[in-house]
Structure formats: structure tokens, C-alpha cells
């Protein structure tokens, strides 16, 4: 009998709908507990919608997901907190909250959910805010932070809670080549340190290169390709060929 | 009109799920606190300056019929009766709608656009709990006190105008002001002010929180939460006069 740990997220036939258009359909995939998956696809293929789906901020038409051992579809109310606590989300446009500073963006999470003192809350804000290259910068407003801080910012919010799954919508468009790769940087750095399973939508090949153990590749609400890097070069779908040749 | 029904239906459960949460631990002070001094602080300025303007000019109005009557001694009893059942209410309602209720649907449709709420739910922290229940409290509080203000701007204001004309003095002005008014005519209009509060708190909130589309979402929510705080403010007005008058039949003159 063998002892395999459990997935750290598993989509089971998952079918996702707005309106008559099918977003996602019967998708099945798994991700292992410090993988990192990169899902790649045209634009309007329900790659955000994985994202959403996974940290139940959208509910499934059909299938199941499962966080580790926890089915999630159809939780509420303090067990899906319990579950969302367990992982952190970078938007595609950071969501910083526009009415708090920098540190109150990221204090705010410490403060409501842990019990820790206003000094650790500080101690933690600041070393996350070290670890992302804004320490300098705390006592900005999201308005005053430039495209690439404020991508730095929201990671900083996603990582403070430490996750253990860290999910990223699009972590590099909108950047120049540099401050991609430095976004790269931190998430593998995240991913090396801690053992994050990192799930990471994305447009930039490059990145996803460098970043993935393994992609999936999404094509009008279908998984048409998932592998390692090599096997989705040589995968049987041309979409998948094409988007991940660059 | 299927539509007036869903939408009046889906206002009224937001409404009761706004009302639960509200007495649902953890409470939400300091958002509370945060949106009544921001309540506050948009619409003090206008309520004290329109309450003025319209004092001076109801005044002004009143004055030039009364005199014909011979019945300018009772200039300020009928302008302290007016504001305090009625003007003073209604104008704080419909004021505060269109200042603070435009601006609740706007910022709060701004960050469904930008997933801020998004966001916040991301972390596990309960949306609708930190966004929506505070701003609904904030405005039933503050509503009564807004009205204080415009009840006596709007006095200070005929007291002006009065002295201007007839150099009544000030304790002459106030004696004859309250000379009809007992506390039974003075609280359940103030009071009733709390419902126009919590009325324009759940709208404008309903309208921004639910949007779901994107930024022209934002204009929409702002439009929708005006008109129709606006609107259900009039119409409770007039039921709430006929219940104060059952409930307190001795608050009727």
C-alpha cells in the first residue's frame, strides 16, 4: 500500500458556467503540495475562474475541488474561512484597498484573524514588506505605488498570512521583462523556503518556463495539455505547442 | 413589475441579513466609529447651511402673510414646528441621500470593480460584515443627529432673518419658538429619522455592493442608491406620520 500525501488542490470533472457560456468545462487536474503549476491559455479560457473557483470565491456548476482533504464546494460560513485561510490570492491588478496605507493593507488581515499583538503584527507587516522590497514604502497609498510595486504589494498581502498554497493571477503582465523576472524571484523564492505550492496564471511564457514544475494548458474551458514543460512541448494539442513556444 | 418585486425582494433580505450581522460578534466598532465621523463629516457643513438658508427664507415667506393676519408674534412658533416635525427630517433624509448615499454606492461598487471586496474575502475576513453592516449603522446614527443640526441652523436662520426685520430679541425669538412644542412633538419625528437612515444606508449599500459590472457599474450604483434613497425617504415620511400619530396620538397638534 502506498502513502501518497494527498493533493494540495484536485479539480474533479469541474464545470464552471456564466450564462449560456461555458467557462470551464469538465476539468480534472491535481497539483502536489510544493508543485508549482502554471496554467496557461488564450485570453477568456477560465484560467482567472480556476483561480477563483480553488479559493471558493466562485462555486462550481458541476465537479468537486478538493483543498487537501477538504471538499470545498459546498462549504460556508467559518469552514470556508478555515480553508481560505490556508491559502493567498494575488489578483491580477494587486486589490490593493485603496483607503489604507501600504501597512494597513497588510496589517489588516494580522489583526482580524490572529491573535497576535499590535508588535508582532508590526514585526510580521515589516518583514514581509523586507521581503518584497517595500519596506521604504509603508506609509504610501496603493495610488502613490508604480505597476511593479504594487504587484509586490499584493504578493506582500497574499504572503502575510503564510500561506501554504499561493495562487497568482498573472503576476507578470503589464511589467517589463526585469520586474517579471523579479516577481519570478520572489515566488520561487516563497516556493523554495516554505514548500508554497504555488498555482500561477500567466500569459508569460518565460516566466512560466523558469517558474513551473509542471503547466497546464486551458483551451476554450478544456484542459488540452498537462505535464512537465518538455511534455507539453511535445504535447498532441497544437494550442498547447504554440502558447508554450512563446 | 416582476422586476420591482425581485428587486424589492433581494433589498429586503440584504436588509435583514444587514440587521443580523450587525448584533452577530465580532462587532465592528471601529469601522462604525470610522463611518459615522466620515458620514458626518461629508454632510455636516451642507445640513448646517441649508438648514440656515431655508430658516432665513421660510422666514422671509411666512413674515409677508402672517403680517397680514396680525399674527407675526407666532413667526417663530410656526418656524420651529416646521423644522422640528417635518423640514427638518425630511431635508436631513433627503440631503444625506444624495451626499453620503451617492458616495457609499460609488466607493463600494468601485472596489467590486477593482476586487477589493474580492480581495477581502480572499482573507477570509467577511465582506459584507466590514463593508456593508458599519455604513448601514453609521447612517442610522447619524441621521437623528444630522437632523439636530438642521433643526436649529434652521432657527438660528429665522431667528436672523426675524431680527433683521423686527429686532425681536433672542429670548423673545426661542420663548415663542417652543411656546407650542412639547418633547412627545420633538422625538418621534427626530427618531424617525433613524429608519430614513438605516433606509438610505441599505440602499446605497445594496446598489454598490451588488453591482457586477465593473467600472460603468460604479456610475449605475451611485445614480440607483440617490434616486431611490430619495424616493423610499418620501414615501416612509408619509407612512411614518401616520404611525407616529397612532403610536403617539399626542404628538399631533
Redesign the interface.
Known amino acids: 500500500m502506498t502513502n501518497t500525501p494527498p493533493a494540495a488542490v484536485a479539480f474533479d470533472h469541474v464545470s464552471k458556467s456564466f450564462g449560456p457560456k461555458l467557462v470551464l468545462n469538465d476539468v480534472s487536474l491535481s497539483v502536489s503540495a510544493g508543485e508549482a503549476l502554471c496554467i496557461l491559455g488564450r485570453s477568456g479560457t477560465g484560467k482567472s475562474v480556476t483561480l477563483?473557483l480553488i479559493?471558493s470565491?466562485l462555486k462550481p456548476d458541476q465537479g468537486k475541488i478538493w483543498i487537501e482533504q477538504d471538499e470545498v464546494t459546498q462549504l460556508h460560513g467559518a469552514e470556508l474561512?478555515?480553508i481560505?485561510?490556508k491559502?493567498?490570492?494575488l489578483?491580477?491588478?494587486a486589490?490593493?484597498?485603496?483607503s489604507l496605507t501600504l501597512y494597513d493593507n497588510l496589517a489588516?488581515?494580522l489583526q482580524?484573524?490572529t491573535q497576535k499583538t499590535p508588535a508582532e503584527v508590526e514585526f510580521l507587516a515589516d518583514k514581509v514588506l523586507g521581503q518584497v522590497g517595500l519596506a521604504g514604502d509603508k506609509l504610501k497609498m496603493p495610488s502613490e505605488l508604480s505597476g511593479g510595486m504594487r504587484k509586490r504589494a499584493g504578493l506582500a498581502?497574499a504572503l502575510v498570512?503564510e500561506p501554504r498554497i499561493l495562487l497568482a493571477d498573472e503576476p507578470s503582465s503589464g511589467l517589463d521583462r526585469i520586474t517579471a523576472s523579479e516577481i519570478d524571484e520572489l515566488l520561487l523564492g516563497q516556493k523554495a523556503e516554505h514548500n508554497t505550492t504555488l498555482i500561477i496564471v500567466t500569459h508569460d511564457v518565460h516566466g512560466a518556463r523558469r517558474v513551473a514544475d509542471r503547466v497546464a494548458v486551458l483551451d476554450q474551458g478544456r484542459l488540452v495539455a498537462h505535464g512537465t514543460v518538455a511534455e507539453v512541448d511535445n504535447s498532441e494539442s497544437d494550442v498547447a505547442r504554440h502558447l508554450i513556444s512563446g | 413589475m416582476s422586476n420591482v418585486f425581485e428587486i424589492t425582494g433581494k433589498v429586503s433580505f440584504f436588509a435583514l441579513r444587514a440587521v443580523v450581522d450587525a448584533f452577530r460578534p465580532p462587532f465592528e466598532g471601529g469601522q462604525i466609529v470610522r463611518q459615522l465621523a466620515e458620514v458626518g463629516s461629508r454632510s455636516l457643513t451642507l445640513v448646517i447651511a441649508s438648514g440656515f438658508a431655508l430658516g432665513a427664507v421660510m422666514t422671509l415667506h411666512t413674515r409677508s402673510t402672517l403680517v397680514t393676519f396680525g399674527a407675526s408674534a407666532v413667526i417663530p412658533t410656526v418656524q420651529a414646528l416646521a423644522f422640528i416635525l417635518e423640514i427638518g427630517p425630511l431635508v436631513t433624509g433627503l440631503l444625506v441621500a444624495g451626499r453620503v448615499g451617492s458616495g457609499i454606492g460609488a466607493v463600494l461598487a468601485n472596489?467590486r470593480a477593482?476586487?477589493?471586496i474580492?480581495?477581502?474575502?480572499?482573507?477570509?475576513?467577511?465582506s459584507f460584515k466590514f463593508l456593508v453592516v458599519p455604513r448601514i449603522v453609521a447612517c442610522t446614527l447619524a441621521l437623528p443627529l444630522l437632523t439636530l443640526f438642521m433643526d436649529f441652523s434652521g432657527l438660528l436662520g429665522g431667528f436672523f432673518s426675524e431680527y433683521a426685520t423686527s429686532r425681536l430679541s433672542p429670548q423673545l425669538y426661542l420663548s415663542r419658538a417652543f411656546s407650542a412644542l412639547e418633547w412627545s412633538n420633538f422625538w418621534p419625528p427626530t427618531l424617525k429619522t433613524c429608519v430614513f437612515g438605516f433606509a438610505i444606508g441599505v440602499i446605497s449599500t445594496f446598489f454598490g455592493y451588488t453591482t457586477n459590472e465593473g467600472a460603468q457599474g460604479v456610475g449605475r450604483a451611485a445614480t440607483n442608491s440617490v434616486v431611490l434613497s430619495s424616493l423610499l425617504i418620501i414615501l416612509l415620511d408619509v407612512l411614518l406620520i401616520k404611525l407616529i400619530f397612532f403610536v403617539f396620538p399626542e404628538s399631533a397638534l
Not at chain 1, 486589490?95 to 485603496?98: G, P, Q, R, V
Request: charged share 35%; net charge neutral; no cysteine.
Open positions: 477563483k479559493i470565491l474561512s478555515r481560505r485561510r491559502m493567498g490570492l489578483f491580477q491588478d486589490a490593493l484597498f485603496d489588516l488581515p482580524r484573524l498581502r498570512l | 472596489m477593482t476586487e477589493q474580492d480581495g477581502l474575502e480572499s482573507l477570509s475576513i467577511d
